[in-house]
């Protein structure tokens, strides 16, 4: 036992030195739980609540990759990072599968070793003011002193925002986001600058939120997904498919509430494919049949998790938009569970 | 091989394997290889396995477009300047807060490391509660204190506080008047540096006539004569070709002028502060060290306690206190790496962090970060040890 520790202490020590390890998939089962990167509290999408658990639109991916590998949701430990630690974390094999309002970009693909198994946010960045600075528009910023969170696309977004509109100013960069939301807040910078679901988020830990406003203006394309290690392409196809089967069941109106009916009556082919009692596309994932049900059943289907967490009758109030289904003139386009 | 009993000839040789010097070397020899083979092993295996996970390697990205900007810059630096300028830049911003944290440490700790010893009760009670309890709170905690508890009270830009419509001390730092220099104003510099060529020969002569004829002569003033004299006597004669950049309140902050963010601010104050507190105990123990009959001797000589003090006391104390007051540089040095804690952009904050994620080349950029911190510990060690040669006991 003692040999043990010291070898895992060692194994952390060196973390990329060790033989890569493919089978993340039998991993998981071994140790009985999915080890998840979140956020380090960034509410709706992965913030611990009242009691101390983990919630959020982020979180109940995790969820979800639980629900289909172990049939319990709630298997799965978090491991809060920042946006600095989050890839290293992710690379070195600290955990199985990074969800944390992370932007999938090129380089982050390629070069960094990993893989992004879909998008579960559309967002885009923005700017916060204090609402008496008087500004109506991102092009009024020059010469501003703006707080950001290192490690983020959001960095080099602004660089490029200011740079293209020939304006100045002052990056201040912390590696905490409350430190971020603190020092914006105290009035070190005039501007904060996140992501518009961030902004929209942080906005309530401010001390008057009603005193700041966002500025209309979105800068970039911010599409936000779980990653894992590139190479172990089993783990990918099952994270990527557990998002899937969340938004295929909202197309499909199959919900929490009603997929033990449905599961009884369904007629619809695709429904009846979704739910495990056609095909075998558990089998086909390495899964049981019954890993879609789970999903539906424990985590619910990608409606209800975005109504729960981020929506408009929560504090952050955030309404469908680009994230509504491709059916309502969204972006959310489940592939064919088939 | 029999052993002779006789006690006139040669010690008997062990055999090969039982000479305790081939055995001392089998093992070294064994030893080194292992850590060797390990070393290899290790860097490797880190390759090997960086590749299978398509994880990019090597220093190509030194010269690629950085693309995102930094909060201070001592040279110039844009958006579309390489990871090697930005590495540049925020090493410098390292160098720079740790010459100035240094450079108060030091003079701080001499203060409370004298004062420590004085003969008035509450000078020397006053410095003891300053060891003891700033060099018994983590640093860390110390910096925050500065940055969020003190620094953060300050005005908005529009309150500012202001003296004479050229210094603004506010939320985001102190701001001053930025010289500009026109033609002609090097004759200042010059006249500078003539002023310490000749206080160097004044020094060499006051000290040739002392030994010769025991003879003193003010040297230290008439330094400062010469110092502040011949720049003066210069800028005079060229009309002072300067003109100062003030800084104006334009938009959200002042523009034009110096700016002393309050990031550097912070971080020195903390730094230096905590660092005082251990030199102010090396000091106190250096002069300690130094045996009560020698002030008693040079007293007895008949020297005031001044020069008592200047030429008895603390060159031999300095003996003392260097090897452990070079330890507190290279802590200092090491220390600043709490930066990124405070978003003052120092290397860690900007190479080990904003260029680390944006490559994703963390094995690389955390390497040359050690090396660097590792080049100048030794670089602060080596001009500390050539000055401890200088000032250690000469035997006669």
Redesign the interface.
């Given at each position: 036992m003692h040999y043990k520790t010291v070898f895992a202490a060692a194994a952390l020590a060196?973390g990329?030195?060790?033989?890569?390890s493919s089978g993340t998939m039998d991993d998981v089962k071994a140790k009985g739980h999915v080890q998840c990167g979140v956020s380090q509290g960034l509410p709706g999408f992965s913030n611990p609540d009242q009691s101390g658990n983990w919630t959020g639109i982020d979180v109940d991916v995790c969820r979800a990759v639980a629900a289909a590998v172990f049939g319990d949701a709630n298997m799965v430990k978090y491991t809060p990072l920042s946006?600095?630690e989050r890839?290293?974390a992710l690379?070195s094999g600290e955990i199985d599968m990074l969800s944390r309002n992370t932007t999938w970009t090129l380089?982050?693909d390629?070069?960094?070793?990993l893989d992004f198994a879909g998008v579960n946010f559309y967002d885009g960045q923005g700017f916060m003011v204090r609402k008496d600075?008087g500004v109506k528009s991102a092009s009024e910023?020059?010469?501003?002193?703006v707080c950001v969170n290192?490690?983020?696309t959001t960095?080099?977004n602004?660089?490029?925002f200011?740079?293209a509109n020939g304006m100045k100013?002052?990056?201040?960069?912390?590696?905490k986001s409350d430190?971020v939301v603190?020092?914006y807040d105290?009035?070190?910078c005039?501007v904060y600058t996140t992501d518009r679901s961030g902004l929209a988020a942080q906005r309530v830990k401010l001390k008057d939120p009603g005193a700041h406003m966002v500025l209309p203006e979105t800068i970039s394309k911010e599409p936000l997904g779980p990653v894992v290690?590139?190479?172990d392409n089993q783990w990918g196809d099952i994270v990527r498919w557990s998002l899937i089967a969340m938004i295929e069941a909202e197309e499909m109106g199959v919900t929490s509430g009603n997929v033990d009916d449905m599961r009884k009556m369904a007629t619809n082919p695709a429904t009846k494919r979704l739910l495990g009692m056609e095909g075998d596309m558990g089998k086909n994932l390495g899964l049981s049949t019954d890993w879609s049900y789970n999903i539906i059943k424990q985590v619910g289907n990608y409606g209800e998790v975005y109504e729960r967490h981020v929506g408009p009758d929560t504090p952050i109030g955030l309404a469908r938009g680009p994230n509504a289904l491709w059916t309502n003139g969204g972006l959310m386009y489940p592939m064919p569970v088939r | 091989m029999t052993v002779s009993g006789d006690a006139g000839g040669a010690p008997a040789r062990a055999s090969f394997w039982n000479d305790p010097r081939v055995r001392a070397a089998v093992f070294q020899i064994l030893v080194l290889g292992g850590i060797i083979l390990f070393g290899v092993y290790?860097v490797n295996?880190?390759l090997v396995?960086?590749e299978?996970?398509?994880?990019?390697s090597g220093f190509d990205f030194m010269t690629r477009t950085a693309?995102?900007?930094?909060?201070m810059t001592l040279i110039g630096y844009?958006?579309?300047s390489s990871y090697g300028r930005a590495f540049v830049v925020s090493l410098l911003n390292t160098l720079l807060v740790s010459a100035i944290g240094i450079a108060f440490a030091t003079l701080l700790g001499f203060l409370i490391g004298i004062a420590r010893l004085s003969s008035n009760w509450l000078i020397s009670k006053l410095a003891e509660v300053y060891i003891e309890i700033i060099r018994n709170i983590p640093l860390l905690l110390q910096i925050f204190f500065w940055y969020?508890a003190v620094l953060?009270v300050l005005p908005?830009p529009r309150r500012s506080f202001e003296l004479a419509d050229a210094f603004f001390l506010n939320?985001?730092g102190l701001f001053v008047p930025r010289p500009v220099f026109e033609a002609g104003f090097a004759a200042i510099p010059i006249g500078f540096l003539v002023g310490l060529v000749a206080v160097a020969l004044v020094a060499r002569w006051a000290r040739r006539r002392r030994e010769a004829t025991g003879e003193q002569f003010p040297t230290v003033y008439v330094s400062i004569g010469i110092l502040a004299g011949l720049p003066l006597l210069a800028g005079a004669a060229t009309g002072f070709p300067l003109s100062w950049d003030y800084p104006v309140l334009?938009?959200?902050?002042f523009?034009g002028g110096m700016t002393l963010i309050?990031?550097l601010v912070a971080l020195v104050i903390a730094l230096s502060v905590y660092t005082a507190s251990f030199i102010a105990e090396v000091v106190r123990s250096g002069i300690q060290a130094v045996s009560r009959g020698q002030t008693e001797a040079a007293h007895s000589l008949g020297l005031r306690p001044g020069p008592a003090l200047r030429l008895v006391i603390v060159p031999q104390a300095l003996r003392v206190i260097i090897p452990p007051l070079t330890n507190q540089y290279l802590n200092l040095t090491k220390n600043s790496s709490l930066a990124?804690?405070i978003?003052y952009?120092d290397l860690v904050?900007?190479f080990a962090?904003?260029a680390?994620?944006?490559?994703?080349?963390?094995?690389e950029i955390i390497a040359i970060t050690m090396a660097v911190y590792l080049t100048i510990s030794l670089s602060i060690s080596a001009a500390m040890n050539l000055y401890n040669r200088k000032m250690a006991l000469v035997e006669r």
């Open positions: 060196v990329l030195a060790l033989p890569a946006a600095k890839f290293t690379q380089v982050r390629t070069a960094l070793g600075k910023l020059d010469g501003a002193s290192i490690g983020t960095e080099l602004m660089a490029d200011f740079r100013y002052e990056p201040v960069v912390f590696e430190e603190a020092a105290a009035g070190r005039d290690r590139h190479g | 290790i295996n880190t396995n960086m299978s996970r398509g994880i990019s693309g995102f900007d930094i909060g844009d958006e579309a969020f953060r908005s939320l985001r334009k938009g959200f902050n523009q309050p990031e990124a804690a978003a952009p904050l900007v962090g904003t680390l994620m944006q490559t994703g080349q963390a094995v």
